[in-house]
Nanobody, 116 residues
Framework: QVQLVESGGGLVQPGGSLRLSCAASGFTFSTAAMSWYRQAPGKERELVAGITSTGGSRNYADSVKGRFTISRDNAKNTVYLQMNSLKPADTAVYFC?????????WGQGTQVTVSS
């Protein structure tokens, strides 16, 4: 079955960095576009970044452009989110997402807290 397992979250000070990972299994990762979403307390889940199957095209939310980088390693079935210059507003649970032709799959999420 499809599994998406995020890791790498934690507590970081403003201006700091974190690298999230999402290990995927149960589908052909190398042909799958992947994305990262986040959900802050009391807010709707929002798209943070997306990447095509080959990594040739990436898109970002305006709020993270220039600070976050999405990447992938198809040999390791893993997608990453490098987060730099973190702000308190980036505090949220971060989710990995894959959408097949019939279903949407989410990981369990990893908490990122940016606070001094």
């Amino acid at each position: 079955q499809v599994q998406l397992v995020e890791s790498g979250g934690g507590l970081v000070q403003p201006g700091g960095s974190l690298r999230l990972s999402c290990a995927a299994s149960g589908f052909t990762f190398s042909t799958a576009a992947m994305s990262w979403y986040r959900q802050a307390p009391g807010k709707e889940r929002e798209l943070v970044a997306g990447i095509t199957s080959t990594g040739g095209s990436r898109n970002y939310a305006d709020s993270v452009k220039g600070r976050f980088t999405i990447s992938r390693d198809n040999a390791k079935n893993t997608v990453y989110l490098q987060m730099n210059s973190l702000k308190p507003a980036d505090t949220a649970v971060y989710f990995c997402r894959w959408s097949s032709w019939s279903n949407v799959y989410w990981g369990q999420g990893t908490q990122v807290t940016v606070s001094s």
